[in-house]
């Protein structure tokens, strides 16, 4: 079985302020990772995965995510966030894509 | 296009009876899961359809809860008997496949029992 961890369950920071949002699993075989985000009143949108290559891998709104295997995590990372990164972000993992294990979910609120 | 939906958005009920919650997929979509997700909690895996192969159910808590899907096209989740501990968002999902990873997610169904 697999299982994910998000210890941070609110983050605030202000604005243009880097963050890191905390993300770690348990595996006995190989996984995929991925960081889901759901902004306010919408559904929840892929941000980012890891499939394989390279360990470090980015979204298309600056935020990044490396993949450390001897650590077992998938920490997500921002150099300067904005208010519209306001959201609820969620680490998962899964090892065939029939089943996703969820962490709890990190709140980053973004003050100005 | 249009995304996956869901309905009710929400849905309040009394303990002991039954409730149907619906999810319409994306149009082509063959994978499709069901969540539920507890205050404060992650998202928990309940059930899995892919195509016409058999479902994986593996994550249904308790024979109080089915789901049903057909063909590729709209699933209902049923739970009998409601408890109030399933009082949850349950939310469901839609892939292009067995080997897509990219879900999409309806705005969920609220589910109060009181």
């Known amino acids: 079985a697999q299982s994910v961890t998000q210890l941070d369950s609110q983050v605030p920071v202000f604005e243009e302020a880097p963050v890191e949002l905390r993300c770690n699993y348990s595996?006995?075989?190989?996984?995929?990772l991925f960081w889901y985000v759901q902004y306010p009143n919408q559904g929840l949108q892929l941000l980012l995965k890891y499939l394989s290559g390279s360990t470090l891998v980015e979204s298309i709104n600056g935020f990044e995510a490396e993949f450390n295997k001897s650590q077992t995590s998938f920490h997500l990372r921002k150099p300067s966030v904005h208010i519209s990164d306001t959201a609820e972000y969620f680490c998962a993992v899964s090892s065939n894509f029939n089943k996703f294990y969820f962490g709890s979910g990190t709140k980053l609120n973004v003050k100005p | 296009g249009a995304g996956v939906s869901q309905s009710p958005s929400n849905k309040v009920t009394e303990k002991g009876k039954d409730v149907e919650l619906r999810c319409d997929p994306i149009s082509g979509h063959t994978a499709l899961y069901w969540y539920r997700q507890r205050l404060g909690q992650g998202l928990e895996f309940l059930i899995y359809f892919q195509g016409n192969s058999a479902p994986d159910k593996s994550g249904l808590p308790s024979d109080r809860f089915s789901a049903e899907r057909t063909g590729e096209s709209v699933s209902t989740l049923t739970i009998q008997r409601t408890q109030q501990e399933d009082s949850a968002v349950y939310l469901c999902?839609?892939?292009?496949?067995?080997?897509?990873?990219?879900?999409?997610f309806g705005p969920g169904t609220r589910l109060t029992v009181t």
């Open positions: 595996s006995s075989v190989s996984v995929y």
């Open positions: 999902a839609s892939s292009l496949g067995q080997y897509s990873y990219e879900q999409y």
